[in-house]
C-alpha cells in the first residue's frame, strides 16, 4: 500500500521568519540574550517552524531544549515547561549542568527534582525569588561557553508562575548566550487572557521581538500539496478546492490533503472535525444552539436575518453572540452589519453536525423570513441565497423557481459560473415539480445568444410557446458552461439537448446545439467537432436567413481559419456577414467580421485586415457583449504580434484580460490572453514581465487551460535564458498536455523543437522535426509563423555545415526549406524574417558573399520596426561576415550593438554568442549585454596555456584540423599550426591525439566534452 503523508515532508514558506529567528540566533552568539514570541492561530504553523528552527540551530553548534505548557497548567502545574526543558538538558550535558547548578541544587530542585533534595527554605515570596535568581544564574552559567537555545510551546495555557520566571529571565539576563523562544495561539487569547498583559509587558523590552505567523498565500499551499502528495505539480482544481476550504491554515491543509487522498472529495476526516468541533460544543447550549443556526446562514449572515429566524429575544440573541465571539468561533463581519464564522472548516463541521431533519427546518425558516422581508440582505445576494435556502429545505416546488430566478441574476452580473450552478440545479430539480406548479411559478425563457427558443410559425405562436421548458434551461446552461470555462459540461449538456430535440420539427434548435458541440470540442482539441459543423450546416442550408444560420457559417469559416483556409472560407464569411446583418443579428455579424478580418489577412492584406478587426472589436465594445469583446481583442493582439507591432498587441491583450476579469470570463479566454500577451511581450523584448505575466498563469485556476500554449512559452523563455535543457523539458509537457493541431500552436512549437536540438548538438533531431512539418504540409498565409521556423531550421543546417554525419541529405533539405518560404507579404516583419532565411540558406551553403548581403538587407528592413530578437540576430550574422572579412572595426560596432540588444530583451543566449565571437575573433572592445561569467582558474591556466592557445586546444579536441581552427577563429593556418605545436610543447604530450585525451581526461572544457562554437 502507497504511504500517505499528513505532514509535509518539506518545509514550506515562512522565509521572513526564520530569517528573523537566525538572526537572533547570531545575536545571542555574540553573547546578547534574545527572546522571540512567535503567535498564531492553531494549525498555522508555529510548531513546525520551531522544529525546524532548532534543528538549524543544533546544526550550527547551540544547545537546544524544549518544553511545553499543558492545557491544565494553570491548575496545578507550575514552571512544567521548563522543568521538561531542564530535564532534557540534564540529558544532554550531564555533568556540565550539575556543575552550573552547583551550590543552588537545593532550590533549583523545586524546579526539577533530580537536583536532588529541596532545602528547607520557606515557601514564600522571598524563597520564590531566590528560585529565580538561581534559575536565572544556571541559564547565564550554561550559557557561557555554548549558546543555549530554550523553547516554550503553547504559552496560552501556561499558569502564572511559568509566565513570571520566564519574564524574569527575560529581564535579567544580560550576559548569556542563550535565546529564548515562546509560541502561543492568537485564537485563544480571548479579551481578558492572562497572556495579553504579560505580551505586552515583554514586547517593551529591547532584546524581545514577537512574529505573527499568517496563513499561507496559494503558491505556498501548492508547495505544501506538492509534499504531501509526493507530485511536482498538484491538479490546479485540487489545488483550487484545498486552498479555498483551509484559506490557507497549514493543519487544515494537511487534513484535507489526507481526506482527498482516502478518496473523501467533498468532506473532512473524522478527526479534523473532532478537532474543529470541541471548542464549540465547550460553549453554552443556547450558543451552541445559535452557532447551528447560523452555520446554515452561510458563511456571513446578517444579524437582522439572524433575528428574524431565532425570534428569541434580541437580548438572548446578543448575549449567544458576545460568547462565540469572544471564543473566536465566530467575527463581527467587517464589511456588514452580521457575523462570520472565524474560519469556514468550523462553519462546515457545525453545520455537518446537524440532522437531516434540523438541516431541513432551519433552512426552512432562513428562506420564509427572507421572503418575508426581501430587506433583510443585500439586493445583489438575495436571489442566490434565497434559492440555497429552499434548496436545503428540500421543498422543489418553491427551489425550482428560485433557482432560475438566481441563475438569470447571476447572468445579468457576468458571473456565469454561478449561472451554471443555478441551472444545474435547476435541472436536478426539474421532474420534482409538477406541471401545474411550473405553470404558476417559473419564469419564461431568458437568453441564450442565437438559442431560438420558439420556432414555430406565427400563425401557430400560443401561450404554451412563451412557457420555459427543460430544453430552454439547457440552451442556457450550455451558453453559461462555455462562458465559465466549463467545456466539458457544457459538451455533456449539449449532448443531452440534442438527444431530446427532434431534427425535423426543430432544425434551427438542433442546429443551434450541435454548433454549440463543435465550437466546445474545437475548444477542447477533440476530433467530431467538423462533423457536428457539417450536420449543422446542412440542417440550415436550405433554410432561410436566421441569426442561427449566419452563426453556423460565420464559425465553419473560422474553424477553417485557424487549420487550413482556403479562398472559400473567405467568402463564407462574407455570406455570414451579410445574412447576420439582414436578419439583426448584430452579436453574429462582428463575429463574422472578426473571422473575414482574420482570413484577409491570410490571404495578403494584412493593412485591411487590421482595420477591419479594430472597426469589428469597437462595434463589440459598444454593444456591450463580453465575450465578442473578448475574442476580438485576442484576436486583434494574434494580428498585431504577426505584423510586428508587439507594443500594441500587448496593449490589446492586457485590455482583453482586464475585461476578462471584470466581466467573469477570465475562465472563458484568459488563458488564450494570457498566452497571446506572453507571446507579443516576448517579441517587445520584454522578457521580465513575460515571466511575471506567466507565473501568474501558472498558479491562477482560472486560466487552467492551454497548458499545451503555456508550457511552449516557458520554453520559449529558457531557450532565451540559455537553457536549451529546461527549455526540452518545457516542451516535452506541452506536447504531453493536449493535442492542438492549429498551426498557430504547432509551426512555434516545431521551431522551439528545432531550436532546443540544435543547442544540444542533435542537428539530426532538429532536421527531423522539420521534415515532420514539412510533410505535413504548411498552411497559407502563415508567414509570421513559417519564416521563423524556416530560418531555426536553415540556421541548424548551418552551424552542423562542417559534420559528416549531418552532410547526407543536407542539400535536399536546404532545397525543400527554400521552395516552402512563402511569399512576400510587405509587412517589414515578414520581410525581415525572409532575409533572414536567405541568409542562413547562403551561410549553410558557403556563399558568404550572398549571406553578407542577406544579413545588411535584414538590418535594413528590421532596424526600423524594432523587434529585438531578429534585429540582434541579423546584427550578429554581419558581424560573423565582417570579422571573417577582416573589417574587425565594422565586426566590432555590428557586434556590440547585438549584445546591447540582446541584453535590453534578456536573450542571454544570443548574449553569450556575441560574447563568444568577440573573443574568437579578438577583438578588443568587449561588447555590452550580458556576458557569460568568468570562471576561476582551472588546469588549463595552470599548464600555462594562454587564452588563444586554450580556443585552439578546444577546437583540437574536437577533432579539427588547423585549416578548420584558423577559419573559426579568423586566423591564419600557419598561426593555427604554430599554437598546436607549442600546446604539444606545454602539455608534454607527442601528437594532436594525445593533447584530446589530456583536454578530456582534465575536463577542460565541461563534463561533457568541448563546447562547439555554435552548437
Not at 714 to 722: K, N, V
Not at 779 to 808: N, Q
Not at 870 to 875: G, R, V
Request: glycine letters at 8%; proline letters at 5%; one cysteine or more.
Amino acid at each position: 500500500m502507497e504511504q500517505q503523508y499528513s505532514v509535509s515532508p518539506v518545509f514550506v514558506g515562512r522565509g521572513t521568519e526564520c530569517e528573523a529567528l537566525a538572526a537572533a540566533l547570531r545575536r545571542a552568539d555574540t553573547g546578547e540574550p534574545q527572546a522571540v514570541l512567535v503567535g498564531g492561530e492553531a494549525g498555522v504553523g508555529k510548531t513546525r517552524l520551531v522544529e525546524e528552527f532548532l534543528a538549524t540551530a543544533a546544526a550550527a553548534g547551540a544547545v537546544t531544549a524544549l518544553g511545553g505548557c499543558l492545557e491544565i497548567g494553570a491548575e496545578g502545574l507550575p514552571y512544567a515547561p521548563l522543568a521538561t526543558a531542564l530535564r532534557r538538558l540534564h540529558r544532554l550535558l550531564g555533568a556540565d549542568l550539575e556543575q552550573a547548578a552547583r551550590g543552588m541544587e537545593g532550590h533549583l530542585a523545586r524546579l526539577l527534582p533530580d537536583f536532588g533534595e529541596a532545602d528547607g527554605e520557606p515557601n514564600n515570596e522571598y524563597g520564590r525569588a531566590r528560585l529565580f535568581e538561581h534559575t536565572e544564574r544556571l541559564f547565564e552559567r550554561l550559557g557561557a561557553e555554548r549558546t543555549l537555545v530554550l523553547v516554550v510551546e503553547d504559552l496560552h495555557w501556561s499558569d502564572r508562575s511559568t509566565r513570571e520566571l520566564l519574564a524574569y529571565l527575560i529581564r535579567t539576563l544580560h550576559r548569556a548566550r542563550v535565546m529564548i523562544v515562546a509560541t502561543y495561539r492568537t485564537d485563544d487569547l480571548h479579551r481578558r487572557h492572562p497572556l495579553r498583559p504579560f505580551l505586552a509587558e515583554l514586547e517593551r523590552q529591547r532584546t524581545v521581538q514577537r512574529l505573527e505567523l499568517d496563513r499561507f498565500d496559494r503558491p505556498e499551499v501548492t508547495a505544501q500539496l506538492a509534499g504531501i502528495l509526493g507530485t511536482e505539480a498538484p491538479e490546479l482544481a485540487l489545488v483550487d478546492r484545498i486552498h479555498r476550504r483551509s484559506e490557507g491554515n497549514p493543519f487544515f491543509v494537511e487534513e484535507l490533503a489526507t481526506a482527498h487522498q482516502q478518496g473523501c472529495l467533498a468532506g473532512m476526516t473524522d478527526s479534523l472535525r473532532d478537532i474543529l468541533l470541541v471548542r464549540v460544543e465547550a460553549l453554552p447550549d443556547a450558543t451552541q444552539q445559535v452557532l447551528r443556526i447560523a452555520a446554515e446562514g452561510g458563511s456571513c449572515v446578517e444579524h437582522a436575518l439572524l433575528a428574524a429566524v431565532l425570534d428569541e429575544g434580541e437580548e438572548r440573541l446578543i448575549e449567544a453572540l458576545r460568547t462565540a465571539v469572544g471564543a473566536n468561533i465566530l467575527r463581527p463581519d467587517p464589511d456588514g452589519e452580521g457575523y462570520c464564522f472565524r474560519h469556514a472548516l468550523v462553519r462546515e463541521a457545525v453545520s455537518d453536525d446537524l440532522l437531516p431533519g434540523e438541516r431541513h427546518r432551519i433552512n426552512r425558516r432562513f428562506a420564509a423570513a427572507l421572503e418575508a422581508d426581501p430587506s433583510l440582505v443585500g439586493g445583489d445576494v438575495r436571489p442566490a441565497r434565497l434559492a440555497n435556502y429552499w434548496y436545503h429545505a428540500h421543498d422543489p416546488a418553491r427551489a425550482l423557481p428560485a433557482a432560475l430566478d438566481a441563475a438569470r441574476a447571476a447572468r445579468r452580473r457576468n458571473a456565469f459560473a454561478e449561472q451554471l450552478r443555478m441551472l444545474e440545479r435547476a435541472l436536478e430539480l426539474w421532474d420534482e415539480v409538477s406541471e401545474e406548479d411550473m405553470a404558476r411559478t417559473l419564469r419564461p425563457y431568458d437568453w441564450a445568444e442565437t438559442y431560438p427558443a420558439c420556432t414555430c410559425a406565427r400563425s401557430t405562436h400560443d401561450e404554451a410557446c412563451d412557457r420555459l421548458k427543460i430544453v430552454d434551461v439547457l440552451a442556457e446552461a450550455v451558453v453559461a458552461a462555455r462562458r465559465s470555462g466549463e467545456r466539458e459540461r457544457g459538451l455533456s449538456l449539449a449532448k443531452r439537448a440534442v438527444g431530446m430535440v427532434d431534427e425535423g420539427r426543430s432544425p434551427l434548435r438542433a442546429a443551434w446545439f450541435r454548433m454549440q458541440r463543435a465550437r466546445m470540442l474545437g475548444h477542447l482539441h477533440r476530433p467530431g467537432g467538423d462533423t457536428e459543423l457539417e450536420h449543422a450546416r446542412q440542417l440550415v442550408a436550405d433554410l432561410g436567413p436566421s441569426a442561427v444560420q449566419a452563426e453556423v457559417f460565420a464559425l465553419e469559416a473560422s474553424h477553417a481559419m485557424l487549420r487550413r483556409p482556403g479562398p472559400g472560407h473567405l467568402e463564407l464569411a462574407e455570406r455570414a456577414v451579410r445574412i447576420a446583418r439582414e436578419v439583426g443579428a448584430v452579436d453574429v455579424e462582428q463575429h463574422a467580421r472578426m473571422t473575414l478580418a482574420g482570413l484577409t489577412a491570410d490571404f495578403g492584406d494584412p493593412a485591411a485586415a487590421q482595420a477591419l478587426l479594430a472597426d469589428a472589436v469597437e462595434r463589440a465594445r459598444e454593444i456591450g457583449t463580453p465575450d465578442l469583446y473578448l475574442r476580438g481583442l485576442n484576436n486583434l493582439a494574434s494580428l498585431l504580434n504577426d505584423l510586428g507591432r508587439s507594443e500594441r498587441a500587448a496593449e490589446a491583450a492586457e485590455r482583453g484580460l482586464e475585461a476578462a476579469g471584470r466581466t467573469g470570463l477570465l475562465g472563458n479566454t484568459g488563458s488564450i490572453l494570457s498566452g497571446n500577451l506572453v507571446e507579443a511581450l516576448i517579441t517587445a523584448g520584454r522578457t521580465r514581465r513575460a515571466a511575471e505575466v506567466l507565473d501568474d498563469w501558472d498558479t491562477d485556476p482560472a486560466r487552467a487551460s492551454s497548458h499545451e500554449f503555456r508550457y511552449r512559452l516557458h520554453a520559449e523563455l529558457a531557450l532565451l535564458d540559455a537553457d536549451p535543457e529546461s527549455a526540452a523539458a518545457h516542451l516535452a509537457q506541452s506536447r504531453a498536455a493536449g493535442r492542438n493541431d492549429q498551426p498557430q500552436h504547432t509551426l512555434p512549437a516545431a521551431r522551439v523543437a528545432v531550436s532546443v536540438e540544435a543547442r544540444l548538438g542533435r542537428p539530426l533531431a532538429a532536421r527531423a522535426e522539420l521534415l515532420a512539418v514539412l510533410d505535413a504540409g504548411l498552411p497559407a498565409g502563415s508567414a509570421a509563423t513559417v519564416l521563423p521556423l524556416l530560418a531555426a531550421a536553415a540556421a541548424a543546417e548551418a552551424d552542423a555545415r562542417a559534420l559528416p554525419a549531418a552532410a547526407e541529405g543536407r542539400a535536399a533539405v536546404l532545397a525543400r526549406i527554400a521552395a516552402a518560404a512563402p511569399p512576400g507579404t510587405g509587412v517589414p516583419l515578414h520581410t525581415g524574417w525572409a532575409l533572414l532565411l536567405e541568409g542562413e540558406l547562403a551561410r549553410a551553403a558557403g556563399d558568404d558573399e550572398r549571406a553578407a548581403a542577406s544579413w545588411q538587407a535584414a538590418i535594413d528592413v528590421l532596424r526600423p520596426c524594432g523587434p529585438p530578437g531578429p534585429t540582434a540576430l541579423a546584427l550578429l550574422r554581419a558581424a560573423e561576415c565582417a570579422a571573417a572579412a577582416g573589417r574587425r572595426e565594422e565586426a566590432r560596432t555590428l557586434l556590440r550593438e547585438a549584445a546591447d540588444l540582446a541584453g535590453r530583451a534578456g536573450d542571454r543566449h544570443l548574449a553569450a554568442e556575441a560574447a563568444h565571437l568577440a573573443d574568437r575573433a579578438g577583438l578588443a572592445a568587449a561588447p555590452a549585454g550580458p556576458r557569460v561569467p568568468v570562471q576561476a582558474a582551472g588546469p588549463e591556466a595552470v599548464l600555462g596555456l594562454t587564452p588563444r592557445e586554450h580556443d585552439v586546444l578546444r577546437l583540437l579536441a574536437l577533432g579539427r584540423t588547423n585549416r578548420q581552427i584558423a577559419e573559426e577563429l579568423y586566423i591564419s593556418p600557419k598561426t593555427a599550426s604554430v599554437h598546436v605545436s607549442n600546446i604539444l610543447a606545454k602539455l608534454g604530450v607527442a601528437g594532436r591525439g594525445e593533447a584530446a585525451a589530456v583536454a578530456h581526461r582534465l575536463r577542460l572544457f565541461g563534463a561533457d566534452g568541448p563546447a562547439r562554437a555554435g552548437a
